[in-house]
Every structure is written in C-alpha cells, then in structure tokens.
C-alpha cells in the first residue's frame, strides 16, 4: 500500500481500516487541533465505526480515491472517529447533524472550526453528484470558498449551533410522572402496532427489545392481554423472518421492509445482548418453548462467535463479505439442493427458498438471484400440515440448519469487530445472568463471571474507575455514564444469579462512584461524560432510549434496586430527581422513553423482597430459589443470606432474619408490609402471587 496516514498507530479497527487511505487522518486529540489552528483550516469529521455498510460505501468512492483524497487534504485538517470508541463526541456531532439535517446517520460527516464548534453537518457524500445529493467534488470547495470569503458568518453559525447543543442537555425539573404515563406510552405502541408482521411502524423495523420488556410489565401491572400479545406476536415473526440468522443464530442489525425479511446484515453485540432478556421473559411469562429456544441459541452465537479467549465480548460482525453485503447469508436454490443428500424439498419449503430470489440484487458472480432464509411459519403449524409429529419435524429442520451452516463456514467471514466495550459487555452479562437465573445453566454463570472478571481486571484503572475500551493488550478512554450503568446493572444481576456478595459491593462501588463523577447536582440526572471533561463542546445529560437504553434509564433502576437493596434512601431519591428532571420531555413522547418507564414500574410497585436466610447455600436455598425463578417478577429484589457470607454489612435490616429452628426460611415482604417467614418451598409459590 502506497498510503499510511497516522491512524495506523491507533486499536480501533474501524480507524485501522482507514489506516492506508490517501486522505491524512488523524485520529481524534489536540495534534490535529492543533495543526488545524496553525494552518487555519476547518476540520472535516467523520464519524462511523467498523461495520457500517454505506461507511465502506464511502470510503470505496471517496477516501480511498486520490482525487478526492488529495482535496480534502489541501482544504482540511481530516479526523476520523469510531462511534464505538466515542460515543461522546459521536452523540454530540450527531446531535448537530439532527439539529441542521432533520436526521442523522453515519458516516456522519461534520465540517467544523479549530475550536471543535461545527458549521456543516450531513451523512453519506457520494465523490460526484448524484440523483440531487451534491458530491464531495462540489461540495468541498462550495465550503472552502465560504470559509475564505464569509468566514465570519459561519463562526457566527457555529457558535449559535454549539449553544443550542449545550441548551438541549440543559433540564428544568418538572412533576413527577403519576401512572397515566404507563398508558400514554402503551396507547401509542397500540397505534404504530403492525398486527401482521409485528413491531412497529412501517419500514425500517428495528428489534428494540424495551420496548418489549416495558409492554410485558404493562401486562403484569395492568393484566392487558393485547400487551403481552403484542411482545408474541413480534419476537415470534423476528424469529422467523431473515432478521435472524435461521442456521448460525443471532440478529441482524435491522430489517428494511416491514415482513422482517430483508435484514441489514451487521451483527451487533448488543443486540444479542438486549434481546436475550426479553426472549427470557416471555418464555417466563408463557411457557412457549420458541422463546427459550431463541435466547439460547443467541447465547451459542455469542459463545462461538463473539467470544476472546480470554473472556470479553468482542463488538460486531461486518454486514459485508468480499465486498458484497449479505454474501455470507445468502443462498440459490441449486446451493441448497446440492448442499442437501436428502429433504431438499422439504429445506427448500421450510426456508422458503424461491428459484428467482428473494434478496433485492443478485451475488454478483452468480446467474441465479439469492435468498434470505426465513420461515413464514411455526415448526407445529407446518407438522399439523404434513401430518408429521412435532419431534420429527424439529429433527429435520435442526439437521438441515446443521448440514447448511457446516457448509457456510467454508465460506469468506464478514469482518468482526474485536474491540471490546465494557457497556455493551455489561449488556451480556446481564443476558448470560438472567438465562442462567431461569435455565440453571451452569454455562452461562460461567461466561457472565468471566466477562465480569475480564472487567474488574482490564477495564478500570489505577484508582478503580472504569474505562471504556479494550483492544490488543491496551485499554483507554475513560468510561462514560452507559459503562457505569450497564455494569452496575450487571454486577446486580450477577449477584441475583449466584448471590457472591463480592457482586453485591462492586455494584455499590461503582454506582457511588458514577454519582461522585456524573451526578447532576444541580437538576439531577447523570451527564453522559465525566463532569471533568474538558475536550469536547457539551457535556450531554441523554434519557433517550433509542437502541441502546440511555445511561441515564438504566440508573433509575440500579438506583432504586440498590436503595431497596442497603436501606439507603439517598439512592431513591436520585430516581426521583432523574425523574424529575426529565419528565417534562419524556411527558411529550413516553414511548421513546421504555427503558425509563421500566424503572418507573419498578417504582410505583408493588415490588417483593425477598430474603432467603439458611445456614449456607445449601439444597433447601435451591429450592426456594429455584421455585422462585419459575415466576415472572420484574419488580422485586433476592437476597440470600447465610452464616458467613456477612450481607448484613450490606443490608443491616436483615441481621434479625435467621433461618427458623435450623432450616431454610424465606421473609418476604411487599407494599410495606412484611409477612410471616415461609419455610416450605411448595408454599411460596402462592405467596408470590
């Protein structure tokens, strides 16, 4: 490669992508900053990350052509950011792109000041003009002369952009959110509900999945039965559609059309990691064998594929393979039949499989149109059709899927993405806990400990704060409020899985320190970086709940489990001044706020505690946690206590809770109101309801 610009010395795989192209990247930091107030040139940013389909669209027909590489160069200062690595500066110049755009995408691509202050925002740039969207060829010196000629003005610009990004984040505290808030949200999923196909709106259709997690507890709370219906009806058409990946298992980032058909290939960790739990929690909720069967095989992709060596979660898979999207998913007929030595018929019926295609273009060194395999049926409706048994249908379908996904991996990979991000790790844990919690498999309690442990061991630094990123050996970036979050989420969840009281206190660790260096003090809530960030142009405070739940979501929860949890109300009353400070936003659109509404359930009650006292974590403790775990109560709290583990260090209130004449009891309160202890597991299945 004739190339090499300084990205090569960076971990993140997106930026080690664009290592060799003709345009001069920087990576973010005060050098280029600083040569761009030394030449006095603008700053084109863009922003992406390593997976991202039209970001290699992108660098194909811009930053890889010398052409357009050698005018950026002549008219920049050119930065290039993995989203992943800075969702800091990410949020923020996406912000901007909204804000100047109406919408917002990446590559995301700002043209800014010295001082970090934009003026200029979009997303994707072909190199020419094209159907109406200018090119990069025109575009650049339009700004350029601008820059030049009107200087002024868009100093004047940017400055009035940056303070409207620094007044969005601003919060006026408002009321409390009563209960109508529940029934806001759920009539407008009710409205953009698709009763054929499931989710919501038209196309794209992302999973989403708290959305889900919030409509369950519609149901609980309320005993709607179109909620829980809506949650069915949704996961069981993403299983079946092309969103899911029907032979190697795991979600793709998104479908383009309403049907779940046609996916946009990525893979993202946490994706895996969000739906997991709510595939868990319908099966809890009705027994349906698909669900479990889904969040199981989740987690077997995520073991083989997404796993390091040694214990972290790597990020993404690339939607591309030999520079064709989808490629590695896709299969003609002819592949089928010919991979097949019997029940091809049947294959090609059960995975839909159509002569002339179902995928929107042709593998470009193929005559035939290729398919996305999908089922537009459940297994049981497709043996009542053939007069099958149930068990002999599943057995085919599972040996084609087999036989079909031993022949993929004779195939080119797409690009995986294997940095590992300690937020969305915490993601998994959660997921491999709550699988465990309701399996009992051992497994997944190891992975969840493992990753936790990878965490504690690679992800802090000297004084015990967490970071962000890990790659190759080197961990950096400071961690931001989502890492805090999502890993005291985690480590809570962790404890209720196998009660190691060592979970119990990390998780107050590392909640008192995100307060000491995130905490609002003066309208609450938590800003999304560490209130002694000083190298960007806002400190955003985020409660949307868009893919990913909002740190600041997430943290009503943690804040309110812990409260419950040490009897500390200080803990409680943070929930409530986050829900003060954004109810007058989350008031306009509660749907957009699941997550949040989540935490509020939680809030609002009834919410058990429940107190498993025995001499040591003994059978008799099994049962009762085991009996317990076969209900779905999303608002409660577990703790165990025996004769050594010391949780009433933790939680003082239980020092006069003691197993009853040696054997195992539960106390159990709710509402307020605590009932006699329980030393009969058979009996506390009826206390719980």
């Not at 004047?156 to 806001?184: C, L, M, Q």
């Not at 499989?353 to 996305?372: H, L, M």
Request: one cysteine or more; aromatic letters at 12%.
């Amino acid at each position: 490669m004739s190339y090499t610009n300084r990205l090569i010395d960076e971990k993140s795989p997106y930026l080690l992508q664009h290592a060799h192209n003709p345009v001069n990247w920087f990576p973010w930091g005060q050098e280029a900053l600083d040569k761009a107030k030394e030449e006095d040139k603008p700053i084109f940013l863009s922003i992406g990350y390593s997976t991202c389909h039209w970001c290699h669209v992108m660098e194909k027909e811009s930053f890889e052509d010398a052409e357009t590489a050698d005018i950026i160069n002549k008219s920049f200062v050119a930065i290039k950011v993995d989203r992943e690595e800075r969702p800091d500066i990410d949020s923020i110049y996406m912000s901007v792109c909204q804000m100047l755009t109406g919408n917002g995408g990446w590559p995301l691509t700002i043209i800014m000041a010295p001082n970090k202050k934009p003026f200029f925002a979009g997303t994707y740039f072909p190199k020419y003009d094209r159907f109406g969207k200018s090119g990069l060829l025109t575009l650049i010196p339009k700004i350029i002369d601008l820059w030049n000629t009107r200087r002024q003005e868009l100093i004047d610009s940017s400055d009035e952009i940056t303070e409207a990004v620094r007044n969005s984040s601003k919060t006026t505290p408002g009321e409390e959110s009563g209960e109508e808030i529940f029934h806001r949200a759920f009539e407008d999923f009710k409205k953009r509900y698709d009763p054929e196909f499931g989710g919501f709106g038209n196309a794209p259709k992302f999973p989403t999945p708290h959305n889900l997690t919030f409509l369950l507890r519609y149901w609980k709370r309320y005993n709607n039965n179109y909620a829980l219906s809506i949650v069915e009806n949704t996961l069981t058409k993403m299983r079946h559609g092309g969103i899911y990946d029907q032979i190697g298992f795991g979600f793709h980032r998104y479908s383009t059309d309403r049907k779940w058909l046609v996916p946009h290939f990525e893979k993202m960790l946490y994706d895996q990691a969000l739906l997991v739990p709510v595939y868990i929690e319908t099966y809890q909720v009705t027994k349906k064998e698909l669900f479990l069967e889904t969040a199981e095989e989740i987690l077997k992709y995520v073991m083989r594929e997404m796993t390091s060596p040694n214990g972290g979660f790597y990020s993404a898979e690339d939607a591309d393979s030999e520079g064709e999207e989808g490629k590695f998913y896709l299969w003609t007929e002819g592949e089928i039949r010919n991979s097949l030595n019997e029940d091809q018929d049947f294959a090609i019926d059960l995975l839909n499989i159509r002569n002339n295609g179902n995928w929107n273009e042709p593998v470009s060194d193929n005559n035939n149109k290729t398919n996305i395999l999908h089922l537009n049926k459940n297994l049981e409706d497709i043996a009542g059709e053939l007069k099958y048994p149930l068990g002999k249908v599943k057995e085919k379908y599972i040996g084609i899927c087999a036989s079909l996904f031993k022949l993929r991996e004779q195939r080119v990979h797409p690009f995986k993405d294997d940095k590992i991000l300690t937020d969305w790790n915490s993601l998994m844990i959660t997921a491999f806990a709550k699988a465990a919690q309701v399996t009992g498999n051992e497994l997944y309690i190891s992975y969840a400990r493992t990753s936790a442990d990878f965490i504690s061991e690679n992800l802090t630094d000297g004084s015990g704060k967490l970071l962000h990123r890990y790659k190759n050996g080197d961990s950096s970036i400071k961690g931001n409020i989502d890492d805090y979050a999502f890993y005291v989420q985690a480590l809570l969840d962790l404890y209720e899985t196998n009660f190691s009281i060592n979970y119990l206190e990390d998780a107050k660790y590392m909640l008192d320190l995100a307060i000491q260096d995130f905490w609002d003090d003066k309208t609450g809530g938590f800003f999304f970086s560490a209130r002694d960030s000083s190298d960007l142009i806002a400190n955003q405070k985020e409660i949307y709940d868009g893919a990913i739940p909002s740190g600041n979501s997430v943290m009503i929860l943690n804040l309110l489990r812990m409260s419950k949890i040490t009897a500390n109300i200080d803990y409680e009353e943070k929930a409530v001044k986050i829900n003060r400070a954004f109810s007058t936003v989350i008031s306009r659109s509660p749907s957009a706020f699941s997550q949040t509404l989540t935490g509020y359930d939680f809030a609002f009650g009834p919410i058990f505690e429940i107190v498993i006292t025995s001499n040591e974590y003994d059978h008799d403790a099994g049962m009762f946690i085991n009996e317990i775990r076969k209900h779905y109560l999303p608002s409660k709290i577990i703790l165990l206590k025996t004769l050594s583990n010391n949780l009433q260090k933790m939680a003082p209130y239980v020092s006069g809770q003691n197993p009853i004449k040696g054997r195992t009891a539960v106390y159990l309160c709710r509402n307020f109101s605590c009932e006699y202890p329980i030393n009969d597991y058979k009996k506390i299945g009826e206390a719980l309801t």
